[in-house]
Every structure is written in C-alpha cells, then in structure tokens.
C-alpha cells in the first residue's frame, strides 16, 4: 500500500494566500494519497514586516503554535510574502527531501524553489515556473454539489436568474467609493428586477463600511440575502446555485474562483485598476469564461477553469522526475 504524502499548506492569516495554498494542496491529494494540514506563519514583533533577505534566522522568530519545525514534509506549498523566509531555505532544511512549491510570483531567487506557480498576467517565465489563469482555489464540482446540499435549501427557492454578488473593496490598485458603490448597486437593481430574478450578496473584509452600508440598503428588498457575516459563510453555496455570477474586478481570486465554477461571470467595474488585472480579466473573456457587466444579467454558456487541477498535474510530475 502506498504511503500517503505529506503535504503541507502554507500560509499567513489573509483569506486571499490561504485558500490558494489550501487548494492547491486538496488538488494533489486528489490525485495521490496524501494527508494536507496547513500551517499559518505568525512572526514576532517588527520582523513580519522585513523583507525575505532581513531574516537570517526564520525559525527563531516564528511564534509559538504554528507548528512549523521538524519532521518536513514531503510537499511544501505556501502563498504569500509572510512565507518567503521560510519557503526559501526549505530545500535545505530537509537535506532536499521536501517539494517546495510557491504559490504567485515570489520576487525572490527562482532557483530556491522547485516548482512556481504564478498567474500568467505576472509575466514571468522560467524552467520551473508555471503560469495559470489568476491563482489556484478551492473550488471543484463535489464541494460545490456539498456545499449546496448543506447550506443551499433556502437558495433553491429564489426566484431565476439567481445572481450571486462578490463584493471585493480597497487595495493597492482599487478601490470601492460610495458614488461607484452607489452605481453598482443601482445598476445590478435594475437587472435583477428586469430579469424577475433573485440576488445572493456577500461582501469582502476589504469592502469599505460605507460601501457596504450603501449597497445593502439598495439591495435589502430585492428576493434574495446579504450574508451578515454571522454562522457558516455560503460562499460555495451561492456559487452553486447561482445562475450566473457578478463579481468585482479587483480580486484574481474571486475572479478565478467564479470562473471555476463553469457559471457565467460579469465583471463589475471599480475605481482604479491596473494593467495586471486588466490582462486576467480580458483572458477571461477571450476563453468565454466571462464578459463585462452590461446592465443585464446575461446567462450565456460559461467555460469552466480548471488551471488547480493543471498546476497540481505539474507538481505530481515535478514529484515523480525526482523519483526517478
């Protein structure tokens, strides 16, 4: 019988590093035995904000609890500026035994890494890097059927077209002011009510308050639900029982994860914006994956990514070349 792997995935606390590292690992154990835990990297005091090349000793200035020490495992995927330190001694840590593998592109030294997966509107290339569609995620058909079973019974009676909304918000390069807060809001009314159908909401941490404010207020009557934030979040489930899905245009994740599902996508615009997300976004719309909000809730025929199961192909090989 087999041995099962060990897979790490790994992590800071931001909800956009983890769920990539998540399900980028869940993808592998999908196609060899493996056991995936995660592991989250806490740093103490003033030394999670210095650069990889600043911490010489990583180990020692980890917090207690997160459970990164010896044994190491035989796969190490981790996501996110908090896990370079880490990520890039970890070959040598295990003597070369583990399968490093970082999650978006790393700005560091390639060479440290055994395989990178990074987002193809980041433009790198490399012998060890692949470039998908955005970034790995959670979603697959059998936790979508799950997640709908659980938590989908009230979703099942909205009236159709139903339109899930993802709410993104601020960052580097977007933002969501309440005058756009106030059009998006206005806009997607309008369409549910043309289209007698329903709307499914859910904001993210990065939503202002104001927006949020102003948008629910807009859309609290329409059939349908604003999630609260409070009990189990139905994320997966609205993304199951959606008849199409709008999303904001700031989020590769939420962007990829819509575009997962095989489910229509409409971008919705923010302020801001940059070229990187422009490229991910026209991608989308060139494979039919998605379009541009246009007033309407269109539900033409959507075409499924499945860039995770492809990036977990990639370390399943990697994995057996050193096999052999």
Do not use: C
């Not at 709908?148 to 009676?157: F, K, N, V, Y």
């Not at 899930?164 to 206005?186: C, I, M, N, P, Y």
């Amino acid at each position: 019988m087999e041995t099962p792997l060990s897979i790490w995935a790994v992590s800071d606390d931001k909800a956009g590093n983890a769920a990539p590292a998540l399900g980028l690992a869940e993808a592998v154990a999908a196609l060899r035995p493996a056991q995936v835990q995660t592991r989250t990297v806490h740093w103490k005091g003033v030394s999670g904000r210095l650069p990889w090349y600043l911490h010489p000793f990583p180990l020692a200035t980890l917090k207690d609890g997160t459970g990164i020490a010896p044994p190491w495992p035989d796969i190490w995927i981790a996501a996110g500026r908090a896990t370079l330190p880490l990520s890039l001694r970890m070959r040598r840590w295990s003597g070369g035994r583990t399968l490093v593998v970082q999650v978006q592109n790393p700005r560091a030294p390639h060479r440290a890494f055994d395989l990178i997966v990074a987002p193809r509107h980041d433009r790198i290339s490399g012998p060890n890097i692949l470039s998908i569609a955005g970034s790995p995620n959670r979603v697959t058909p059998g936790r979508l059927a799950e997640a709908a079973q659980r938590l989908g019974g009230r979703m099942g009676d909205l009236p159709r077209p139903r339109a899930a909304l993802l709410v993104g918000g601020r960052s580097k390069v977007h933002d969501l002011s309440d005058a756009r807060a106030r059009d998006l809001a206005a806009g997607i009314r309008d369409a549910v009510l043309a289209a007698g159908g329903s709307v499914m909401v859910t904001f993210s941490r990065r939503t202002p308050a104001s927006a949020r404010r102003l948008m629910t207020e807009a859309l609290s009557d329409l059939p349908g639900f604003i999630w609260d934030g409070e009990g189990e979040n139905p994320y997966f489930a609205m993304l199951a029982m959606a008849d199409v899905i709008l999303v904001t245009e700031d989020s590769a994740n939420m962007a990829t994860e819509a575009a997962s599902t095989g489910r229509p996508v409409l971008f919705l615009p923010m302020d801001g914006g940059s070229p990187k997300f422009q490229r991910l976004q026209e991608y989308l719309i060139s494979r039919g994956s998605a379009r541009r909000f246009a007033g309407r809730l269109e539900t033409f025929a959507g075409a499924p990514l499945d860039e995770t199961r492809r990036a977990a192909e990639a370390i399943v090989a990697t994995l057996d070349r050193r096999s052999v």
